[in-house]
């Protein structure tokens, strides 16, 4: 039972390129989110998915889209990357009251 | 729009001294969490509190939670080095279990010699 895991750990993008990131959860949770974590903001909500096929955008979702195909991947991708990405990212799912993050992504744009 | 404040933003103390952290809330839920974070980790699930006057225990951490102030404290008993990390407090904006945390900024905690 792995739980929610994240890839890539790492990251360096160029400013207009593109990426995936891809998390999954083998909880059978229906519940997963995308956060992002800057230094002294605490975690913000990209995009959350309350189901296969369904998405609603969070309180920071512009530049990021989102894709819930399976029920147990969540992906996150950056179309054209800008430096006010660089974070790191963390992917979470649930399924009662606690949510279980993954290990992050630390993503850098120059 | 739900608020989430926590206070100290940082906080350095003395092993063997006790403190409390304070998570306040703009909007009605009855559901509060904290989390910590190790510098480079993820995060991790400490308590969950689903009630006016719940109190939970760990260790030499204890989370209590007052949905009528909206208020949440985590303190800190006869601190040790390992309790050095961040801690974050999360509320539900709905009364829902799934509905997304929102997150406070974190209390970055270093509990020195």
């Known amino acids: 039972n792995a739980g929610v895991t994240q890839t890539p750990k790492f990251r360096v993008l160029k400013t207009g390129q593109s990426m995936t990131l891809l998390c999954a959860q083998d909880?059978?949770?229906?519940?997963m989110y995308w956060y992002r974590q800057d230094p002294g903001m605490g975690l913000r909500l990209i995009h959350y998915?309350?189901?296969?096929?369904?998405?609603a955008k969070g309180e920071v979702p512009d530049g990021y889209n989102v894709s819930r195909l399976k029920k147990q991947n969540f992906l996150l991708g950056l179309e054209s990357a800008a430096p006010s990405q660089t974070s790191v990212y963390f992917c979470?799912?649930?399924?009662?009251?606690?949510?279980?993050f993954g290990p992050g992504t630390r993503l850098t744009v120059t | 729009e739900l608020k989430v404040e926590q206070n100290p933003l940082f906080l350095s103390m003395q092993e063997g001294k006790n403190y409390t952290i304070y998570c306040n809330y703009s909007?009605?839920?009855?559901?509060l969490y904290w989390y910590r974070q190790d510098p480079g980790k993820s995060l991790e699930s400490l308590f969950v509190?689903?009630?006016?006057?719940a109190v939970k225990q760990e260790g030499r951490l204890m989370a209590s939670l007052d949905t009528k102030a909206r208020l949440s404290t985590l303190h800190i008993t006869a601190a040790v080095h390992d309790l050095s990390a961040t801690y974050f407090c999360?509320?539900?904006?709905?009364?829902?279990?799934?509905?997304?945390?929102?997150f406070g900024k974190g209390t970055r905690l270093s509990v020195i010699a």
């Open positions: 979470a799912s649930s399924y009662g009251r606690t949510q279980y």
């Open positions: 909880m059978n949770h229906e519940y």
């Open positions: 998915s309350v189901g296969e096929g369904t998405t």
């Open positions: 909007t009605t839920s009855d559901r």
């Open positions: 509190l689903l009630s006016n006057g």
């Open positions: 999360a509320v539900n904006p709905l009364n829902s279990g799934n509905t997304p945390l929102v």
